[in-house]
């Protein structure tokens, strides 16, 4: 017995050693940093008019109801934007861009205030004969009530988006991530409980594109009268 317990505590010492040596080779990491000036492009979400934008004093110039703007060099961290709106500044707020970085920013607005909602672009294209596409909601008038989705095309799988609400990616970020559909011409079903609110027919989603599907509504109309009258933007990145 005096000869075994010398033996057991050496193996135990060389086995404990081996294990420090493993560990310390095993967390070796490399990281790269990107330098890249991040871009970003502005959507005007209200039917409202034109707004005027600019991005640390530049002028991006006006942005129509509707139509998005191409992307624009950033700043890398801290950048100053300004909304202008009939004459006087909406929105006047810093925002925080990451370098290599794609944004969107929305321009919207919930009764006499103006507000901004950023969100990061993955461009990463799909693979042939697949589009990546997201949904996102900024139904201002309508935003007490959920909705449905439904993308349908003949011979491919239907793809399903379940109560989604305003400025819900805003609650749940992963609303900003894309799904992977197969491209194709679809048919765009929204519902709630007990009917169907629209459909759009015959949206072309091209292969290795990818889209925002944006919700929207008019602001001269009631609550009521909104989530009848829904509208729906496909944006191409």
């Not at 989705?149 to 749940?172: C, I, M, V």
Request: net charge positive; glycine share 4%.
């Amino acid at each position: 017995m005096k000869r075994f317990i010398p033996f057991l505590f050496f193996i135990n010492f060389v086995i404990g050693c081996t294990k420090q040596v493993d560990t310390t080779t095993s967390t070796t990491t490399t990281t790269t940093t990107s330098t890249a000036a991040p871009n970003i492009r502005f959507f005007n979400v209200m039917d409202y008019g034109n707004v005027s934008i600019q991005l640390n004093t530049t002028s991006i110039g006006d942005v129509a109801q509707y139509y998005p703007t191409t992307y624009k060099t950033a700043s890398i961290g801290t950048n100053n934007l300004k909304i202008i709106f009939g004459g006087g500044t909406a929105v006047d707020q810093n925002i925080d861009l990451l370098a290599g970085k794609s944004y969107s920013c929305f321009v919207y607005r919930v009764g006499y205030n103006w507000k901004i909602s950023v969100i990061t672009d993955d461009l990463t294209k799909p693979t042939s004969n697949n589009s990546n596409i997201r949904v996102l909601d900024f139904r201002t008038q309508a935003y007490f009530d959920y909705v449905n989705l439904k993308f349908s095309s003949p011979g491919n799988s239907t793809l399903e988006y379940a109560k989604r609400n305003f400025l819900d990616h805003q609650s749940y970020d992963y609303f900003t991530n894309y799904k992977t559909i197969l491209a194709g011409t679809y048919n765009i079903t929204i519902y709630n409980t007990t009917v169907n609110l629209l459909t759009k027919s015959n949206i072309l989603f091209e292969s290795t594109k990818i889209y925002s599907v944006i919700l929207m509504t008019q602001a001269s109309q009631t609550a009521a009268e909104a989530l009848q009258n829904i509208k729906i933007d496909v944006e191409q990145y």
